[in-house]
């Protein structure tokens, strides 16, 4: 599993789910509402993992493979970015506001939990805790307290006045996927691949109940407006509505073909939407939960949603470098932003081994060529002769700035061989090996052809 990847973004203002009636007029003449929002949201150079859009819903934020998040504006027509944020040393797997302040939260595959400064564009600080994935993060609706989820197996909890760590959730026997706030930041569910969601106290780090014991694993729990029910999805495509007294399924959904990994509500519009590992997305109403859109991407999965600020129209993340919008009228084109398919780091039949192996190990986080598009890693053009961590404007660790290795074949090849954690000790690269010394050969080959600019491959 992923990190399945959850995102359910509450929207205060609309206590009475009853009032989600009102959604049946907003699914009529969408298009003309949905067509004042940008098709696409560029701006990464790797898949995008997780989407927020402000509670007063004028900025956006993205978080990506690419190490970086995103904050820009949605008042202007281009949706400018206002600031691109980097503090992360691995994918960042999740992001959210904090209501009423100019702070974001995000969650990263480096095991940290970062807060972040949007006025000025920095990084407030970072919470480290086992070095394990963290895959959500959540935050109260007063912005005090935000939460995580990590595959150490343990939930946790910060005070986001002291800038501390407040309180440890203990007991699940899997990683855990996904977090939520009630009670004014005093409560917290959790949902984990050991297939159950558990209700904590989120300031003692007691647990108090098994709400939920699904079998599959849980990729989302997330409180609804009412704090009575809270909406889950599986790895086994299932999702509904449990009522937390009495831990009972109360609405039950259509299985999706594959995982469930992202959820949003947006209770001002009584809208909600669920989307799956298939590129399966659903939209339902709050309340009665009829199913009002039903649409499939062949560019799947869905790894995060959000509303659109006028509840007409949906974004969606998932393996492109960049945010796509999905309108809401019934029957409109999911796909309406153009991509690329296959993506560069998705395989053909007409590939070489070489290219085979870098579309595998090395592009979505590396480029060919003098641009490195924003991502992850530096570009690899004119590698070979160059000393480690010395391409200007790179933020390299400081395993490689320290070191003296000059890129070669024979350090090439050794990198792939023995892995880059072993090659060059502290370094932020994930880890890739490959131990076929043919395959190895022929990657290194391409990489030969390729950096020199002899080829005009991305």
């Not at 890693?377 to 961590?389: M, Q, S």
């Amino acid at each position: 599993m992923r990190g399945v990847r959850i995102s359910l973004k509450r929207r205060r203002g609309l206590r009475n789910a009853g009032a989600a009636i009102l959604v049946l007029g907003l699914t009529c003449g969408l298009a003309g509402a949905a067509g004042a929002w940008p098709d696409r949201l560029d701006g990464h150079g790797g898949p995008v993992r997780g989407i927020a859009v402000s509670e007063d819903r004028s900025e956006l934020l993205s978080a990506s493979f690419d190490y970086a998040i995103i904050h820009r504006s949605l008042t202007a027509g281009n949706s400018p970015i206002l600031h691109r944020l980097f503090g992360h040393e691995a994918a960042v797997n999740d992001v959210e506001f904090v209501p009423g302040r100019p702070l974001a939260v995000s969650a990263s595959d480096d095991g940290s939990v970062g807060v972040w400064d949007l006025d000025e564009g920095t990084l407030v600080t970072r919470f480290r805790d086992t070095g394990d994935k963290i895959l959500d993060v959540t935050v109260s609706d007063d912005g005090a307290v935000a939460a995580s989820a990590g595959w150490d197996h343990t939930a946790r909890v910060y005070d986001l006045e002291t800038m501390s760590e407040r309180a440890v959730m203990r007991g699940h026997d899997g990683n855990v996927n996904t977090v939520a706030l009630a009670g004014e930041g005093n409560i917290l569910y959790s949902g984990s691949y050991d297939g159950t969601v558990r209700q904590w106290n989120a300031r003692s780090g007691e647990q108090l109940r098994i709400i939920l014991k699904h079998g599959w694993g849980v990729n989302i729990v997330r409180v609804l407006p009412d704090e009575t029910h809270l909406l889950f999805g599986a790895v086994d495509g299932a999702s509904g509505i449990v009522d937390i007294a009495s831990g009972e399924v109360v609405a039950d959904f259509e299985a999706f073909g594959g995982p469930v990994l992202a959820a949003a509500i947006d209770t001002d519009h009584g809208l909600a939407a669920v989307g799956s590992a298939n590129g399966h997305l659903r939209v339902y109403r709050l309340g009665d939960w009829t199913l009002l859109n039903d649409y499939s991407t062949a560019y799947g999965p869905i790894w995060s949603v959000d509303f659109a600020p006028d509840g007409t129209a949906v974004y969606r993340a998932g393996l492109d470098d960049f945010v796509s919008l999905v309108s809401l009228e019934p029957g409109a084109p999911l796909d309406v932003a153009e991509t690329d398919f296959p993506r560069r780091f998705q395989l053909t039949d007409d590939m070489d081994t070489g290219e085979r192996q870098f579309a595998r190990k090395c592009s979505v986080c590396h480029t060919l060529t003098p641009d490195d598009a924003n991502r992850a890693g530096p570009t690899l053009y004119g590698v070979f002769g160059r000393r480690v961590g010395t391409l200007p404007d790179y933020p390299y660790s400081d395993a490689l700035k320290n070191s003296d290795i000059i890129w070669s074949e024979e350090t090439i090849s050794r990198l792939f061989d023995h892995g880059p954690d072993v090659v060059l000790p502290g370094t932020k690269m994930p880890v890739q090996r490959l131990k076929d010394a043919e395959e190895r050969a022929a990657l290194v080959a391409f990489l030969k052809r390729a950096t020199s600019g002899e080829m005009g491959n991305d």
